[in-house]
């Protein structure tokens, strides 16, 4: 079993940066994990991936801009989020590959 919460997000300006972080409360060393996001009216999508051995997958939205990272002794995934746009506004949830594990999810807000 392994809870996952989300924390980090928040109402930032066009151009600015967020870093979202993952806190696992079972361990994660092995797992690939995932960040996705829903938008008001959209389907979730993937965001940003990362495997077990650090092999990293983005969105061609975001590429460039996150970036995904892990620290296995805190169980703690991270999205830093830099240039920021408007159309990244959503809900940001964190997912274990191959799983049904999801957090509760942390709204990004982008304003114009």
């Known amino acids: 079993q392994v809870q996952l919460v989300e924390s980090g997000g928040g109402l930032v300006q066009a151009g600015g940066s967020l870093r979202l972080s993952c806190a696992a409360s079972?361990?994660?060393?092995?797992?690939?994990m995932g960040w996705y996001r829903q938008a008001p009216g959209k389907q979730r999508e993937l965001v940003a991936a990362?495997?077990?051995?650090?092999?990293?997958n983005y969105a061609d939205s975001v590429k460039g801009r996150f970036t995904i990272a892990r620290d296995g002794a805190k169980n703690t995934v991270y999205l830093q989020m830099n240039s920021l746009k408007p159309e990244d506004t959503a809900v940001y949830y964190c997912?274990?590959?191959?799983?049904?594990?999801w957090g509760k999810g942390t709204l990004v807000t982008v304003s114009s």
């Open positions: 997912h274990v590959d191959r799983s049904d594990y």
């Open positions: 079972g361990t994660i060393f092995r797992l690939g």
């Open positions: 990362i495997s077990s051995g650090g092999t990293t």
